[in-house]
């Protein structure tokens, strides 16, 4: 049970202080807390949060700034709320004057690095995460005010249009709402995205952080869509309204770096008729649980338009995350290789000529490969003195560990072997990772 009183007493901040201090492990911390007379509930309380302590740190403060500080949140607070890489790259689209309404605040991850000229409200429905807001902001060294309030009465039908107490807004929708409970309808959020949209109607301009996997064609018009991560993730798809808006009706995918400074990004006009599938593949995705090899189709966050089909060429290279959820990465291939295309549909796998660049692509040589069937694997591997492999998978399920036990391989070299598919058909793939610049 979260305590804000608790957490913040002098008394349980020196006790984390100091246990942090002598790197106590669990059963030395309960025994200390339960000595030191603490109930079951506030062992449990200070024991749950001093787990959190290092995540919080690493997730919001830079190395060198890190040690001996103290935020409010609980796992899930902490699990949804915006990192710093990304938040520090998200300050630079906000004006340096004026009001910003944080609606569905959180613990204010989305508020830590907005520029200090704006005035800053935080609004939740949970006192706990406004308590944890207050709490937090301060920290960041900004004075901000709480209303406890639905975000959507905050600024709905209700409110005319332009008369909003507040310029901007920024707006996280919730997407769970217990720790461990996951949100498999992407449209399930509180608020809707049409809510959202009406939200938008009272504000100059705003932004609403939406799931990566979020359905493009249910954005309206007139918005700005950014896909935000780094190089091994796509963290969320921001839209951006009023405005925020720099460049209307665009797509755009970006890396950031650890600073928080943008590393690549590519764009393009937003076209909707790559964001909606023609009848005849929607037809075999509604069909592919009863069908097996070849006829099933696989489809991974691609588009409709996306590189041709061919052979298994002399590189296969795998997408950056944002470039696959952004529908870019087909433009970024031909870009580079007009060779590029893929080897089965629906699988964001691009084989060319030549080796694709990073950071939009990792590539790997493609060295040999076989039909998916432990005795044409082995014969591969041992043909190339592979010892040691990591195991990649796109539309083949199965066990990663329990594939390499089976395979048992014995060589010197390591090497990347992709389980996937070409034409529909099950293959393996033998590679090694390229020099990339």
Same mark, same amino acid.
């Given at each position: 049970?979260?305590?804000?009183?608790?957490?913040?007493?002098?008394?349980?901040?020196?006790?984390?202080?100091?246990?942090?201090?002598?790197?106590? $492990?669990?059963?030395?911390?309960?025994? !200390?807390? =339960?000595? !030191?007379?603490?109930?079951?509930?506030?062992?449990?309380?200070?024991?749950?949060?001093? @787990?959190?302590?290092?995540?919080?740190?690493?997730?919001?403060? #830079?190395?060198?700034?890190?040690?001996?500080?103290?935020?409010?949140?609980?796992?899930? @607070?902490?699990?949804?709320?915006?990192?710093?890489?990304?938040?520090?790259?998200?300050?630079?689209?906000?004006?340096?004057?004026?009001?910003?309404?944080?609606?569905?605040?959180?613990?204010?991850?989305?508020?830590?690095?907005? *520029?200090?000229?704006?005035?800053?409200?935080?609004?939740?429905?949970?006192?706990?995460?406004?308590?944890?807001?207050?709490?937090?902001?301060?920290?960041?060294?900004?004075?901000?005010?709480?209303?406890?309030? $639905?975000?959507?009465?905050?600024?709905?039908?209700?409110?005319?249009?332009?008369?909003?107490? !507040?310029?901007?807004?920024?707006?996280?929708?919730?997407?769970?709402?217990?720790?461990?409970?996951?949100?498999?309808?992407?449209?399930?959020?509180?608020?809707?995205? #049409?809510?959202?949209?009406?939200?938008?109607?009272?504000?100059?301009?705003?932004?609403?952080?939406?799931?990566?996997?979020?359905?493009?064609?249910?954005?309206?018009?007139?918005?700005?869509?950014?896909?935000?991560?780094?190089?091994?993730?796509?963290?969320?798809?921001?839209?951006?309204?009023?405005?925020?808006?720099?460049?209307?009706?665009?797509?755009?995918?970006?890396?950031?770096?650890?600073?928080?400074?943008?590393?690549? #990004?590519?764009?393009?006009?937003?076209?909707?008729?790559?964001?909606?599938?023609?009848?005849?593949?929607?037809?075999?995705?509604?069909?592919?649980?009863?069908?097996?090899?070849?006829?099933?189709?696989?489809?991974?966050?691609? +588009?409709? +338009?996306?590189? *041709?089909?061919?052979?298994?060429?002399?590189?296969?290279?795998?997408?950056?995350?944002?470039?696959?959820?952004?529908?870019?990465? +087909?433009?970024?291939?031909?870009?580079?290789?007009?060779?590029?295309?893929?080897? =089965?549909?629906?699988?964001?796998?691009?084989?060319?000529?030549?080796?694709?660049?990073?950071?939009?692509?990792? +590539?790997?040589?493609?060295?040999?490969?076989?039909?998916?069937?432990?005795?044409?694997?082995? =014969?591969?591997?041992?043909?190339?003195?592979?010892?040691?492999?990591?195991?990649?998978?796109?539309?083949?399920?199965?066990?990663?560990?329990?594939?390499?036990?089976?395979?048992?391989?014995?060589?010197?070299?390591?090497?990347?072997?992709?389980?996937?598919?070409?034409?529909?058909?099950?293959?393996?793939?033998?590679?090694?990772?390229?020099?990339?610049?």
């Amino acid at each position: 049970m979260f305590s804000a009183s608790l957490l913040t007493s002098p008394q349980v901040l020196e006790f984390i202080r100091n246990a942090l201090k002598r790197k106590m $492990d669990a059963l030395q911390v309960s025994t !200390a807390l =339960s000595k !030191a007379g603490y109930s079951n509930e506030d062992r449990a309380t200070i024991m749950d949060y001093m @787990a959190l302590v290092p995540k919080f740190r690493d997730k919001f403060f #830079e190395e060198e700034s890190r040690k001996g500080k103290f935020l409010l949140c609980d796992k899930l @607070a902490l699990e949804q709320s915006t990192a710093q890489d990304i938040g520090r790259w998200k300050a630079a689209l906000w004006p340096h004057e004026g009001s910003v309404n944080d609606l569905c605040c959180g613990m204010g991850g989305d508020s830590f690095f907005l *520029p200090a000229g704006l005035k800053i409200t935080g609004v939740d429905l949970d006192e706990n995460r406004l308590a944890m807001y207050r709490h937090n902001l301060l920290a960041f060294g900004k004075d901000v005010s709480t209303k406890c309030a $639905d975000v959507r009465e905050v600024a709905g039908n209700n409110v005319p249009t332009g008369s909003n107490s !507040a310029d901007f807004f920024t707006i996280d929708p919730a997407r769970r709402a217990i720790e461990g409970e996951n949100q498999r309808d992407l449209r399930n959020l509180t608020p809707t995205l #049409e809510e959202v949209v009406e939200i938008s109607k009272h504000y100059k301009g705003g932004m609403a952080k939406l799931p990566p996997g979020y359905p493009p064609a249910e954005i309206p018009d007139s918005t700005e869509i950014l896909y935000l991560g780094g190089h091994s993730d796509c963290r969320e798809c921001l839209v951006l309204f009023g405005e925020l808006v720099k460049h209307p009706d665009t797509v755009r995918a970006v890396i950031v770096d650890k600073a928080g400074n943008t590393e690549a #990004e590519w764009t393009r006009k937003r076209d909707r008729t790559l964001e909606t599938l023609d009848e005849e593949l929607q037809e075999k995705l509604d069909r592919n649980d009863s069908l097996e090899g070849k006829d099933r189709t696989y489809r991974t966050a691609t +588009s409709r +338009s996306d590189l *041709p089909l061919g052979e298994i060429g002399k590189y296969i290279a795998e997408p950056a995350p944002a470039l696959i959820r952004s529908r870019l990465f +087909s433009d970024a291939a031909l870009a580079h290789d007009p060779s590029a295309h893929l080897i =089965s549909e629906g699988i964001a796998y691009v084989s060319s000529d030549k080796p694709l660049p990073a950071p939009a692509f990792t +590539s790997y040589e493609i060295l040999a490969h076989a039909e998916i069937a432990t005795g044409a694997v082995r =014969s591969m591997l041992k043909e190339h003195d592979i010892g040691k492999i990591t195991l990649k998978l796109r539309g083949v399920k199965l066990d990663p560990d329990a594939e390499t036990k089976r395979l048992k391989p014995k060589g010197k070299n390591s090497a990347i072997l992709f389980y996937t598919r070409a034409y529909g058909e099950k293959i393996a793939i033998l590679t090694i990772k390229t020099n990339q610049t």
